[in-house]
């Protein structure tokens, strides 16, 4: 009786964190993350005298 019992606790709580995990998961899909183009990066400049890429961080500098 007892080893039912604890076995039934057992699977609700396992399917309370299967649940919770999913919820917080789908929701984290949802959100619309933004992210700042590079055109309007102020830790980078143009470098037009540069062969390779013409985004060049400042510190490189």
Do not use: C
Not at 28 to 52: C, F, M, Q, W
């Amino acid at each position: 009786m007892a080893f039912t019992i604890s076995l039934i606790v057992s699977i609700v709580i396992v399917i309370i964190v299967l649940l919770l995990a999913v919820v917080t998961t789908s929701k984290a899909y949802t959100v619309k993350h933004k992210v700042d183009p590079i055109e309007n990066n102020p830790h980078l400049k143009r470098d037009e005298n540069s062969i390779g890429d013409p985004l060049v961080k400042e510190e490189d500098k």
